[in-house]
């Protein structure tokens, strides 16, 4: 299975983007997707959960900005980002559970201007 990522870029506060983790290979099912961010000199944080079941759970800090969303015919999670703020600036992540098996996307830069 691979995981590619795309979308990110350089967009100005208050701006929009929209990220994409599009998933090949052997896929039964996904069991859970999620989004992380990995800001300078800090640690990886969560962003965004959704599970199969299409529960979602959202950090405090994205809550009503934020939207994961899937495409189960693409096996492709997006995490539609408004209202940007600088502090979202990152390296963001998708995180897939396939098969109950855990991968990685390659990461994907996010800079937020003020």
């Known amino acids: 299975v691979q995981l590619v990522e795309a979308g990110g870029g350089l967009v100005h506060a208050g701006g929009s983007l929209r990220l994409s983790c599009a998933a090949s290979g052997s896929i039964s099912r996904i069991n859970v997707m999620g989004w992380y961010r990995q800001a300078p000199g800090k640690q990886l944080e969560s962003v965004a959960v959704m599970i199969s079941g299409g529960g979602t759970n959202y950090s405090d800090s994205v809550k009503g900005r934020f939207n994961i969303s899937r495409d189960n015919a693409k096996n492709t999670v997006y995490l539609q980002m408004n209202s940007l703020k600088p502090e979202n600036t990152g390296v963001y992540y998708c995180?897939?559970?396939?098969?109950?098996?855990?991968?990685w996307g390659q990461g994907t830069q996010v800079t937020v201007s003020s």
């Open positions: 995180n897939l559970v396939i098969d109950h098996r855990v991968y």
